[in-house]
């Protein structure tokens, strides 16, 4: 099993920045890929952007060159960089770990980004 942990939520005002955390432990070797994922407010939850273990990544479009994803293998942790913050980034951010057979999902933290 692997167990997530995301951190780094709050609130700010649009054009700021926001860093969140995602730590990880238990079978971490297992994990092929990490991402975060986002649900707003009333809709469903949509991918954000994700890293693999070779350090390739992807982003949705509505965030490109504005997030940046990565990863410190040394604390095991995945961390998205958010700047220039909208209120359409406002949403519940949930960290994803993805295996060959399963994925876990963690508790998730609120972002919410004022006007």
């Known amino acids: 099993q692997v167990q997530l942990v995301e951190s780094g939520g709050g609130l700010v005002q649009a054009g700021g920045s926001l860093r969140l955390s995602c730590a990880a432990s238990g079978s971490i070797f297992s994990i092929n890929a990490v991402g975060w994922y986002r649900q707003p407010p009333g809709k469903q939850r949509e991918l954000v952007a994700t890293?693999?273990?070779?350090?390739?990544?992807n982003y949705a479009d509505s965030v490109k060159g504005r997030f940046t994803i990565s990863k410190d293998n040394a604390k095991n942790t995945v961390y998205l960089q958010m700047n220039s913050l909208k209120p359409e980034d406002t949403a519940v951010y949930y960290c994803?770990?993805?295996?060959?057979?399963?994925?876990?999902w963690g508790q998730g933290t609120q972002v919410t980004i004022s006007s």
């Open positions: 890293i693999t273990t070779s350090g390739s990544t």
């Open positions: 994803n770990a993805e295996l060959t057979w399963t994925n876990y």
